[in-house]
């Protein structure tokens, strides 16, 4: 009987000369599922950069301390595009003029290249320095659902000693809502005998629909009484408050970043999508104008934030 020939040997996975051996469905969905979610946090990083939310040196110091983060795996012409007035032709001079590969990422950058990439920021983008001076007069502004509302209440019912102005609207109330408590709702009528009797420290037509106002005395009354005075109002009010009084400390309200805040303006449901758009393209407009303000505090918790509003008033010897 003819003998069988002997089968050939089976060849060990990862062998010389075998099929790469190919990762099992859930690694690679994973690993999937892991690279989206790095790029959508990339992404709102860059939103958050480019609407002002942060500062571009904030960007770029994550990024330093971790590598591995969604700031420090970004690369450098992606970083470079989403600060404000810089488009690709522009980035590109940038690169070459800072001697920084374009394949580079924030979080791999050598020593040199950190240093002058910092400089560069530092002057397209100069860090804000607060006034020595403060006042007991205390305006706390900042972009549409930011929540100054909700930190000024936070700072009433916590801090007594403060007091909390109430505007002057001829925007109908709200839910909840309370006349003499959260707004004095007056017609346009009665808005006009304020403004032209004077009883008005700042007025402004907000989101080109209501106007809003501060009235002058209870203000004037408390500061003479030796009181710190809270204002909540808008950045137009905020300006003429100090055109009128150069002194007032000038604190900024921000959000966690740019698309926390259009989930809050959507989630209170109060606009409709016409008027949420309309905010929104103001609140741009608010963000870009924070440099003006003495004091910038990020509300993401609003206890936390409150205590930094109070800790920013320094009130003055009598």
Do not use: C
Request: hydrophobic share 40%; aromatic share 4%.
């Amino acid at each position: 009987m003819a003998e069988h020939a002997d089968a050939p040997e089976e060849t060990p996975p990862g062998a010389a000369g075998s099929p790469a051996r190919t990762p099992p469905e859930v690694d690679r969905v994973a690993a999937s599922r892991k690279a989206v979610a790095a790029r959508r946090a990339r992404a709102s990083l860059k939103r958050d950069v480019s609407m002002r939310v942060i500062e571009p040196q904030q960007l770029f110091e994550r990024a330093l301390a971790d590598p591995t983060s969604p700031a420090g795996t970004m690369r450098v012409p992606e970083f470079l595009t989403s600060l404000p007035a810089i488009g690709e032709g522009k980035r590109d001079r940038i690169l070459e003029e800072l001697s920084i590969s374009p394949v580079k990422r924030l979080g791999g950058l050598g020593a040199r290249q950190r240093a002058v990439l910092r400089r560069f920021l530092d002057a397209r983008f100069p860090p804000q320095r607060a006034r020595g001076g403060r006042s007991r007069l205390v305006v706390l502004a900042g972009p549409t659902a930011v929540g100054k509302g909700t930190v000024a209440g936070y700072i009433k019912e916590h801090h007594p000693e403060i007091l909390l102005s109430v505007s002057a609207t001829t925007r109908p109330a709200r839910p909840g809502e309370i006349d003499g408590e959260h707004y004095y709702f007056v017609d346009d009528a009665e808005f006009d005998r304020l403004i032209e009797t004077d009883q008005l420290l700042e007025h402004a037509t907000v989101h080109n629909k209501y106007r809003y106002g501060t009235p002058r005395g209870p203000i004037e009354a408390a500061l003479q009484a030796g009181r710190t005075v809270l204002l909540e109002i808008d950045l137009q009010g905020a300006r003429q408050v100090r055109a009128a009084e150069p002194s007032a400390t000038l604190v900024f309200l921000l959000p966690p970043s740019w698309d926390e805040l259009v989930q809050r303006l959507v989630g209170r449901g109060t606009e409709g999508a016409e008027e949420r758009a309309r905010r929104l393209r103001t609140a741009k407009r608010e963000l870009a104008a924070q440099h003006e303000f003495d004091f910038r505090v990020v509300n993401e918790d609003v206890a936390s934030a409150a205590r930094e509003v109070v800790e920013s008033v320094q009130v003055p010897s009598r």
